[in-house]
């Protein structure tokens, strides 16, 4: 019997994931860079490490509350206060075994099939499969170049139909490292309350923006609060990807539903874990604009590479990622991709994979150290690739 004829109907990908394809191919190569992924190539603060270890030395190995260790959930309503966020009480925030489960929780709880959930294009893939899951419609708001692949209130009003229920909009932007402008955030939230939809504030890389750029939380916005749940954790500002710990803070209507759907997952998240993410937020926060400081540097190294190379980008503005276009090198970026990685060992993502309509964007990360050797390995593929085009025209 063919194996995937015993899939559910819900399950939409039936065949291995490109990331894994591409780290497959990886795992036959030797010294890759990586320099795609979103895993910060840094360690977790040694402050935070230690606050893990003291807790199970001191028995945080059971359950906690469902929602959350009561500290840990005011120390999330206190940090979210002190940077500019709304006003959450600790009974409506749900600490949840990272940011992404709580995707899924959101869109299970709020989506009905034929609903429909707005993304903005490109934009982080687990959107798009919750929706899926919840057999509701992903309707992607296409953003380009234009607007520095940011998301408008325009474009938001032109895709409202009456089936529209809920507003993604990830800020600063992953998998594009822009920044909605404050006050475009202002006039999405207006288009917000004119057609009753819900917004999916995704915050978790609002600590990690450059130059003068900022990010407006959702939630603070005046008729904003009832309508927006903010989600956001301590992966990216905090380098603690593996200790999976997130949350999501919403409006008292809801979330008591959403509480009980994490429960029903995870019971609670890991006990260690919260009492690390409490060290983080209540803890030095010097940590935090270290590595925000060593992430643009990487951004300056490798905006300076890829403008050697005469390829185009997004303005990096937030998270730690760059979005680079290579289609002037002459090939589509899911080819370029997999040729770079094969012939100069070098790991970096097509943006087909975050739903981009164009097969010609990539995603690099500033995760990395070895972004100068990165860029001079990149550049010898680039190097080839032109070449071979223009040889072949030749003859």
């Not at 990216?236 to 409006?251: L, V």
């Not at 919260?274 to 300056?300: F, K, N």
């Not at 990360?365 to 070895?370: A, D, F, P």
Request: glycine residues 8%; negative net charge; proline residues 6%.
């Amino acid at each position: 019997m063919d194996g995937s004829s015993r899939l559910a109907t819900r399950v939409k990908l039936k065949d291995a994931h490109l990331i894994t394809r591409m780290t497959d191919i990886a795992d036959g190569l030797t010294d890759v860079i990586k320099l795609g992924r979103g895993d910060p190539d840094l360690d977790t603060p040694a402050h935070i490490i230690k606050a893990g270890q003291d807790a199970l030395a001191n028995g945080a190995t059971h359950y906690t509350h469902p929602l959350g260790i009561p500290a840990l959930r005011q120390a999330i309503a206190d940090n979210i206060r002190a940077y500019g966020g709304a006003d959450y009480a600790p009974e409506n925030i749900v600490v949840t075994p990272g940011g992404q489960q709580a995707m899924f929780i959101i869109a299970l709880a709020l989506l009905n099939p034929g609903d429909e959930i707005m993304v903005p294009c490109p934009g982080y893939n687990p959107y798009h499969q919750a929706a899926e899951l919840a057999g509701a419609e992903t309707v992607h708001i296409r953003t380009s170049m234009a607007t520095n692949f940011c998301v408008t209130a325009e474009m938001v009003e032109a895709h409202i139909t009456p089936k529209s229920k809920i507003l993604v909009l990830i800020n600063p932007n992953n998998p594009t490292g822009t920044v909605t402008p404050p006050a475009e955030v202002v006039r999405i939230a207006e288009v917000a309350k004119k057609h009753d939809l819900i917004v999916i504030s995704d915050e978790i890389y609002s600590r990690l923006t450059y130059g003068n750029h900022t990010v407006q939380p959702v939630a603070a916005l005046p008729g904003m609060f009832e309508r927006t749940i903010t989600l956001s954790g301590m992966s990216k500002a905090y380098a603690m990807t593996g200790w999976r710990i997130g949350y999501f803070a919403g409006p008292p209507d809801l979330i008591p539903a959403l509480a009980e759907i994490n429960h029903a997952f995870a019971i609670s998240t890991a006990s260690v874990s919260q009492h690390a993410a409490l060290a983080a937020l209540t803890g030095p926060q010097d940590c935090v604009e270290d590595m925000r400081q060593i992430y643009d540097g990487r951004r300056r190294e490798l905006c300076n590479g890829l403008n050697a190379m005469g390829i185009s980008y997004a303005e990096p503005q937030g998270a730690f990622y760059i979005y680079a276009n290579v289609a002037s090198v002459g090939m589509g970026a899911a080819a370029f991709c997999e040729r770079l990685l094969r012939e100069g060992r070098v790991l970096m993502y097509p943006g087909t994979i975050y739903g981009d309509y164009t097969d010609d964007f990539v995603r690099m990360s500033l995760t990395t150290h070895r972004i100068p050797e990165a860029m001079s390995r990149m550049k010898a593929v680039v190097d080839r690739i032109r070449h071979d085009a223009l040889t072949g025209a030749q003859a």
